[in-house]
């Protein structure tokens, strides 16, 4: 079984910063893009960015110059640095990965989720 585990969010100022991680675990024979999506309260889910496995990186414009996107291949897992954050940012932020299993299948695979919430 392979799975996605966010970490990171919380509760903040505006202004403040959150680093989130997503770390994959399983049976895994490799893992091409890696995303962080945004879901906020009555609103579609967004890709917010993502990251290829040669390390190539897209920011949605809304958060391009606060936020940025890494990875450590080594340890599974990418990162989202979120500065200057702004109340508009909260949401249920999730990962999202292509996995590839030892079978040779590719999956999509998503994380359970973590808030980040960005409020006086």
């Known amino acids: 079984q392979v799975r996605l585990v966010e970490s990171g969010g919380g509760l903040v100022q505006p202004g403040g910063s959150l680093r989130l991680s997503c770390a994959a675990s399983?049976?895994?024979?490799?893992?091409?893009?890696m995303s962080w999506y945004r879901q906020a309260p009555g609103k579609q889910r967004e890709l917010v960015a993502t990251?290829?496995?040669?390390?190539?990186?897209n920011l949605a414009d809304s958060v391009k110059g606060r936020f940025t996107i890494s990875r450590d291949n080594a340890k599974n897992t990418v990162y989202l640095q979120m500065n200057s954050l702004k109340p508009e940012d909260t949401a249920v932020y999730y990962c999202n990965a292509g996995v590839t299993y030892s079978s040779g299948t590719t999956y999509s695979k998503w994380g359970q989720g973590t808030q980040v919430t960005v409020s006086s």
């Open positions: 399983g049976s895994i024979f490799s893992i091409n893009d």
């Open positions: 990251i290829t496995s040669g390390g190539t990186t």
